[in-house]
C-alpha cells in the first residue's frame, strides 16, 4: 500500500505534467507554475492541483522533495513557490526577498510496527518517546513502556527508531516537540530539519518512513497522518500536556489548532506544540508556502496566488477529507492582505488584486 500510495502521488503528478502540454486542450491564458518541498501536505496539493487544472487548465507541477529541498530551491529561483513546514527565519526571508504563509493544518503521529499490537493501543509518553530516539530505551518490554501498558503483551524485541534522512518539515516538527518534553533531547539534539540522530535508520520522504516502519518488526516511526491513515499503519496514543492519553483524531488536531496564537505569531508561524487542554493532540503543526516577493516571472507569481486563493475558497473539503485541518477565515484574509501589500511586479505594482 505505501509503494501504491507514493506511486499513485507520482503518477497524479506525471498525469498533470502530461495533460498540460495538450497544446489543443489548453486555452491561452493557461499557465504553467511549479513548486517543490514538503511531503507533508503533498497529498493535499496534489488533489487540489488536479482540481484546479480542471476547472482552469492551468497545471502545477508539484514536486515533493522534502523542505529543505524546497527552501533551497526557492532560495535559487528554481520554482515558483517553496513549501515547508519548518518556518523559514526571519532574517532568511528577508535576505532572500520571501513572503511566508501558510496553507493549511496537520499532525505528526507515531507509527509502530509490533506483533499483536492493533491500532491506538499502545501508550506512549512524551519522556518514553524521547527516550527511544534517544538510545536510551532498546527493547519494546523496557519497564519504562510496561508500565503505562498494563495488559497489553509487550515483545522482548529491539527498537528500530526510523528517522527521515532528508532535510524535512516533519522532522523539524517532531524534534520542536520532543525538545519541547525533553531537557536532554533539547540539550543534546536540538530541532530542526536534519539533526544528528543518536539512534535508528534514515529513511526518506514520509512515505519512506512509512514503509520502513511497515516492513521491519520493531520500528517506530513518525509521519504526517494522511499517511498513516492512507495506509492503515498502527499508530499509538500519545500522553498530552495535560497527562491525557490519546489516539490520533481530527478532533484532536483541531482541539491543538485552535489554541494557535496567530495575533501575535511572526510571518504567521503560529505556534501549535504542546498545546494546553484536555482533548489537545501535542504535535500540530502549520505547513508553509514561500513566495518571492519580487518575481521573476510574474505571470506564474500571479497563478501561484490564484491557486491558493481557491485552495483556501474552494479546497477546504478536500484538505478535511485527507485529515487536514483548513486555517481559520481571519487567517486566510490575513493571508490575502499580504500578497496584495508584499508581491510586486517589476514596476513596483501588486500582482494579487
Not at 495575533?263 to 503560529?270: G, R
Not at 516577493?293 to 486563493?309: G, H, I, L, Q, R
Not at 496584495?340 to 514596476?347: G, H, L, P, V, W
Amino acid at each position: 500500500m505505501i509503494t501504491k500510495f507514493a506511486g499513485s502521488c507520482r503518477a497524479l503528478a506525471m498525469s498533470l505534467a502530461v495533460f498540460g502540454s495538450a497544446a489543443t486542450a489548453v486555452p491561452a491564458m493557461a499557465v504553467d507554475f511549479t513548486g517543490a518541498g514538503a511531503t507533508f501536505p503533498a497529498p493535499v496539493y496534489l488533489a487540489w492541483a488536479a482540481d484546479y487544472k480542471a476547472k482552469t487548465s492551468s497545471s502545477l507541477n508539484y514536486q515533493a522533495i522534502g523542505s529543505g529541498g524546497g527552501q533551497t530551491q526557492i532560495f535559487n529561483r528554481t520554482v515558483d513557490f517553496g513549501a515547508s513546514d519548518a518556518p523559514v527565519p526571519q532574517d532568511k526571508l528577508e535576505s532572500n526577498k520571501l513572503l511566508q504563509f501558510p496553507t493549511v493544518i496537520g499532525s505528526v503521529v507515531p507509527i509502530v510496527n509490533l506483533d499483536g499490537i492493533k491500532a491506538d493501543e499502545l501508550k506512549l509518553s512524551p519522556t518514553v518517546l524521547a527516550n527511544i530516539y534517544l538510545g536510551k530505551i532498546t527493547k519494546w518490554n523496557d519497564k519504562a513502556i510496561a508500565d503505562l501498558n498494563a495488559g497489553v503483551k509487550l515483545p522482548d524485541l529491539a527498537i528500530l527508531p526510523v528517522y527521515r534522512a532528508d532535510g524535512s518539515g516533519t522532522t523539524y516538527v517532531f524534534t520542536t516537540y520532543l525538545s519541547d518534553v525533553s531537557a536532554d533531547w533539547k540539550s543534546t539534539v536540538g530541532a530542526n530539519t536534519s539533526v544528528k540522530w543518536p539512534a535508528g535508520d534514515g529513511a526518506k520522504g514520509n512515505d519512506g518512513v512509512a514503509g520502513t516502519v511497515k516492513n521491519t518488526k520493531g520500528a517506530i516511526g513518525y509521519v504526517e497522518y494522511v499517511y498513516a491513515a492512507a495506509n492503515s499503519l498502527t499508530t499509538t496514543q500519545l500522553q498530552n500536556k495535560a497527562g491525557k492519553f490519546l489516539a490520533p483524531t481530527v478532533d484532536g488536531f483541531k482541539a491543538a489548532a485552535s489554541a494557535a496564537d496567530w495575533d501575535h505569531s511572526k510571518n504567521f508561524a503560529a505556534s501549535m506544540i504542546n498545546t494546553p487542554g484536555a482533548t489537545a493532540w501535542p504535535i500540530v503543526s502549520a505547513t508553509f508556502i514561500e513566495l518571492p516577493t519580487n518575481p521573476k516571472d510574474a505571470t506564474a507569481s500571479a497563478e501561484v496566488m490564484k491557486f491558493f486563493d481557491w485552495a483556501y475558497t474552494a479546497g477546504d473539503d478536500t484538505a478535511v477529507k485527507l485529515h487536514y485541518i483548513p486555517l481559520p477565515k481571519d487567517v486566510k484574509d490575513r493571508v490575502r492582505a499580504a500578497w496584495k501589500a508584499e508581491i510586486k511586479d517589476a514596476s513596483g505594482a501588486p500582482i494579487y488584486k
